[in-house]
């Protein structure tokens, strides 16, 4: 499934997922059912395919900004971005 986004943001500009690595991998992997025992090891296979990625930081930033809260994006889990996402938010509201 290919997520469409019509919002034009400035980390969307040069439009990052024609960057991306995982373009060249099966989705699945980014998508684990879980956070526990075999998940894990499928986790950290994503996001070494992320820490390669030119894209990362963008697609982080596009994933924390449409909360995307299932799977792994730019090399974070669940878990890590529902922490950045609070000081991702309140960043965003001090530079507006």
Do not use: H
Not at 1 to 23: H, K, T
Not at 35 to 60: F, H, N, P, W, Y
Not at 62 to 83: C, H, P
């Amino acid at each position: 499934m290919a997520l469409i986004w019509n919002r034009p943001y400035e980390w969307d500009v040069d439009d990052w997922r024609r960057r991306a690595s995982c373009r060249d991998t099966d989705p699945d992997l980014f998508f684990p059912v879980g956070t526990t025992g075999s998940a894990l090891d499928q986790i950290e296979a994503a996001k070494a395919v992320c820490r390669q990625c030119e894209a990362r930081d963008d697609c982080l930033e596009f994933a924390l900004a449409t909360n995307q809260e299932a799977g792994v994006w730019g090399a974070t889990s669940e878990e890590e971005r529902r922490k950045l996402r609070k000081a991702w938010l309140a960043r965003r509201r001090r530079a507006s």
